[in-house]
């Protein structure tokens, strides 16, 4: 389990820190932006909204009520409204205009200095911002956090975490597990898929980031992992938002891990308002949470869950467990948020290893007791099998590829697809399949069908021969997700569309992926250096935001990918002078020439490489290099996952690389990501390193059978 086996000394590490003043600073020129925030989490409602300026949060033109009535669009539509009209006065104001100054216009120069000049009130009318207020949504929080306070304290106490960073939450969701993001964020801590699939399952069946408590131990091992790379929790708390490898930069860039300094004067283009504000408005939220009756009164908060939890020792549908353990689908559903639709429409079953979470107070026996007495033919070795893939975002051709066991040339060549760059978030493929398939056609005649476990009503159509809509209405179903194992269907239906629907000759072959483990092992016994994308490889699309940062999917990556003004950058782990060539449109004998490397030398992780960009721009270079590293990392986290960490003690004759793909088995990008400051080739013995320990995501997907079919 994710931090079960940390390592003592690392725990006392963290835990020795003392709390509070030194943990968590609180400058005295931060003051305006924490009580700025302490007035939207505490005075300021949702139906309100504050337009102020961005950068000095100590000026607040206007506190204004949205309107009752309308939609999201059209409240969006008044709060642009507003921010333009108070553009507009700047703007006014600007100009020179002292005198004969409307109630407003007066009302905004009042809160400037009286010898402010023009061109301050010209680039305050760029800073009008917005902000909706959060007090009702922040006491909700505190009703819900009751449910898993307990818990998340144990997590971030277990990884050496300060508690106070159980106050995220509140920011980050509300303490709403439903919560999503308009970039894909979603649950409690508002992981992306990209940073949550480095700690946990997210995939078609299983997204732990809805789960309260699986997505409490990821959180507490990133907030553990960003502190140990850049040594101060104000920069580990804004990594949170801006990423790692975006903290970095900014200590490089403005010479100090000051956050003051940084919030005040760094510029890095995606370093905006909600990277600025994230640790004034954390301590905002520790400060309300430690006085939440001051400002809210007595509140009656929520009981904590009452729940036990068994792990799985076979694929089961939800169906079976929920009689099994005699509970409703919808209680079982809302015990385990992390399981997806597939799951409670009967597509795919709940996943052998997961860990069920039950209401005690509901169970008649104990739950091990109860799922022993599961009979074995509602018992299964292997998930049913994907049909097809929707192409979410940062899906590549590759890492489909890899998750079905495939080739990106069957996938091309199945989807009829002239190059594999012309996938499309949102476009469903076509997989290919080997074998004979499970799905018998149901001969034709046959005037009833029994449901078995597993079964949609969309295949029963397909292997019979009648439309789906005919056996709706055959039956009297108002919903095709009605059907249950064990109901009769009757298939002896008039032919409605006059030509019907002929049953394929063949049923649908079967991507055949290896078995998983009840519970994921740690991975101990292979090796891997194999590579995790081709040198082919390419993802949707190779475009990166045009900033100053990697993308959002390299949040947690601390590598530094950027080119220096002297044209030059750090070689990373993966790469060769052939990558180089190809994203520079360069020959490889230009950048031997270029950097006086004999041929076949190779370069070496760490040291710096001058480059040639007389074809593409510093940008597009970057822009290819990012894409690359973000495929290789995501096909490997759609493997792997990082299940805990561990302290090695560099001793003389240690290899960084032997240490890294032999005796841990861990990639060395990923073991240089935990290790960034470390040159593997000058490691002096008694250095510490942390190893991330890695295991299997359960993600088998095979033939359908029975236990008992054994």
């Keep these: 389990m994710l931090l079960k086996h940390l390592v003592p000394g690392l725990v006392?590490?963290?835990?020795?820190?003392?709390?509070?003043?030194?943990?968590?600073?609180?400058?005295?020129?931060?003051?305006?932006?924490?009580?700025f925030w302490m007035q939207i989490f505490t005075e300021v409602p949702s139906q309100q909204i504050l337009v102020h300026d961005n950068r000095r949060l100590d000026i607040i033109y206007a506190r204004l009520d949205l309107p009752n009535k309308g939609n999201v669009r059209s409240k969006r539509n008044f709060r642009k409204k507003v921010q333009q009209q108070y553009k507009s006065i700047l703007k006014t104001l600007a100009r020179g205009k002292r005198e004969g100054l409307t109630s407003e216009e007066a009302q905004v120069l009042a809160l400037w200095p009286e010898d402010v000049d023009n061109s301050e009130l010209r680039a305050a009318a760029d800073r009008v911002r917005v902000q909706q207020g959060l007090a009702d949504g922040f006491r909700d929080g505190l009703v819900r956090a009751a449910r898993w306070e307990e818990y998340i304290l144990d997590s971030l106490r277990a990884a050496g975490v300060p508690a106070e960073l159980a106050a995220l939450p509140h920011i980050e969701s509300s303490y709403n597990p439903n919560a999503r993001s308009h970039v894909g964020a979603a649950g409690l801590w508002q992981f992306t898929r990209p940073t949550g699939r480095r700690f946990m399952q997210i995939d078609h069946v299983v997204d732990e980031r809805r789960d309260p408590y699986k997505s409490s131990k990821a959180?507490?091992?990133?907030?553990?992992?960003?502190?140990?790379?850049?040594?101060?929790?104000?920069?580990?708390?804004?990594?949170?938002?801006?990423?790692?490898?975006?903290?970095?930069?900014?200590?490089?860039?403005?010479?100090?891990?000051?956050?003051?300094?940084?919030?005040?004067?760094?510029?890095?283009?995606?370093?905006?308002?909600?990277?600025?504000?994230?640790?004034?408005?954390?301590?905002?939220?520790?400060?309300?949470?430690?006085?939440?009756?001051?400002?809210?009164?007595q509140i009656v908060k929520d009981q904590p869950d009452d729940t036990v939890t068994v792990i799985l020792s076979d694929y089961m549908s939800a169906a079976s467990l929920g009689d099994a353990f005699g509970?409703?689908?919808?209680?079982?559903?809302?015990?385990?948020?992390?399981?997806?639709?597939?799951?409670?429409?009967?597509?795919?079953?709940?996943?052998?290893?997961?860990?069920?979470?039950?209401?005690?107070?509901?169970?008649?026996?104990?739950?091990?007791?109860?799922?022993?007495?599961?009979?074995?033919?509602?018992?299964?070795?292997?998930?049913?099998?994907?049909?097809?893939?929707?192409?979410?975002?940062?899906?590549?051709?590759?890492?489909?590829?890899?998750?079905?066991?495939?080739?990106?040339?069957?996938?091309?060549?199945?989807?009829?697809?002239?190059?594999?760059?012309?996938?499309?978030?949102?476009?469903?493929?076509?997989?290919?399949?080997?074998?004979?398939?499970?799905?018998?056609?149901?001969?034709?005649?046959?005037?009833?069908?029994?449901?078995?476990?597993?079964?949609?009503?969309?295949?029963?159509?397909?292997?019979s021969g009648v439309p789906?809509?005919?056996?709706?209405?055959?039956?009297?179903?108002?919903?095709?997700?009605?059907?249950?194992?064990?109901?009769?269907?009757?298939?002896?239906?008039?032919?409605?569309?006059?030509?019907?629907?002929?049953?394929?000759?063949?049923?649908?072959?079967i991507a055949k992926l290896p078995a998983a483990q009840q519970q994921p092992d740690l991975i101990t016994g292979e090796v891997l250096a194999e590579k995790t994308v081709s040198d082919e490889a390419t993802i949707v699309s190779v475009d990166v935001p045009a900033e100053s940062e990697p993308d959002t999917a390299m949040k947690a990556d601390p590598s530094d990918y950027f080119?220096?003004?002297?044209?030059?950058?750090?070689?990373?782990?993966?790469?060769?002078?052939?990558?180089?060539?190809?994203?520079?449109?360069?020959?490889?004998?230009?950048?031997?020439?270029?950097?006086?490397?004999?041929?076949?030398?190779?370069?070496?992780?760490?040291?710096?490489?001058?480059?040639?960009?007389?074809?593409?721009?510093?940008?597009?270079?970057?822009?290819?290099?990012?894409?690359?590293?973000?495929?290789?990392?995501?096909?490997?986290?759609?493997?792997?996952?990082?299940?805990?960490?561990?302290?090695?003690?560099?001793?003389?004759?240690?290899?960084?690389?032997?240490?890294?793909?032999?005796?841990?088995?861990?990639?060395?990008?990923?073991?240089?990501?935990?290790?960034?400051?470390?040159?593997?080739?000058?490691?002096?013995?008694?250095?510490?390193?942390?190893?991330?320990?890695?295991?299997r995501v359960d993600g088998e997907v095979g033939i359908q059978d029975t236990v008992a079919d054994a």
């Design 563 to 695: 080119v220096t003004a002297d044209g030059t950058i750090e070689i990373q782990a993966e790469e060769t002078l052939g990558h180089y060539a190809s994203w520079l449109n360069v020959r490889t004998q230009k950048l031997r020439d270029l950097n006086n490397y004999a041929f076949r030398k190779p370069v070496v992780i760490g040291r710096r490489l001058r480059l040639d960009f007389t074809r593409v721009t510093a940008e597009q270079f970057k822009a290819k290099r990012i894409a690359y590293h973000r495929e290789l990392q995501e096909t490997f986290f759609t493997r792997y996952r990082i299940a805990d960490t561990k302290v090695h003690e560099f001793r003389r004759g240690d290899s960084f690389f032997v240490l890294s793909l032999r005796r841990y088995k861990v990639p060395v990008w990923l073991l240089r990501q935990y290790n960034p400051e470390l040159n593997p080739d000058r490691i002096k013995p008694g250095t510490q390193i942390i190893i991330p320990q890695i295991e």
């Design 219 to 297: 959180a507490a091992a990133l907030l553990q992992y960003n502190y140990s790379i850049l040594k101060s929790w104000p920069l580990a708390i804004t990594a949170y938002n801006h990423g790692v490898s975006g903290m970095r930069r900014a200590v490089r860039v403005t010479g100090t891990d000051d956050i003051e300094i940084i919030v005040r004067h760094y510029k890095g283009r995606s370093f905006g308002f909600a990277s600025r504000n994230f640790y004034v408005a954390f301590l905002a939220a520790q400060d309300v949470v430690r006085n939440s009756q001051v400002y809210f009164g």
């Design 468 to 509: 789906v809509r005919a056996l709706l209405a055959r039956n009297g179903l108002a919903d095709r997700n009605q059907i249950h194992a064990g109901q009769k269907l009757f298939l002896n239906v008039a032919d409605t569309t006059g030509k019907g629907v002929p049953p394929s000759s063949e049923s649908p072959a």
């Design 327 to 463: 509970i409703s689908r919808r209680t079982l559903q809302k015990n385990n948020p992390a399981l997806l639709d597939s799951v409670w429409t009967g597509l795919k079953y709940v996943p052998k290893g997961f860990e069920l979470r039950l209401p005690s107070g509901e169970l008649s026996a104990s739950a091990e007791k109860l799922m022993a007495a599961i009979p074995l033919e509602q018992r299964f070795r292997h998930q049913t099998p994907d049909l097809e893939h929707k192409v979410r975002w940062g899906d590549s051709l590759s890492s489909i590829a890899v998750r079905y066991k495939t080739t990106v040339a069957n996938l091309m060549a199945v989807n009829n697809l002239k190059s594999r760059h012309q996938i499309r978030a949102g476009q469903t493929l076509n997989l290919p399949y080997k074998g004979k398939g499970i799905q018998t056609v149901i001969a034709s005649g046959t005037t009833t069908y029994t449901v078995q476990s597993g079964d949609t009503l969309g295949q029963i159509s397909r292997r």
């Design 12 to 35: 006392a590490l963290f835990m020795a820190l003392p709390s509070n003043a030194v943990n968590f600073p609180r400058p005295d020129g931060l003051e305006p932006d924490i009580h």
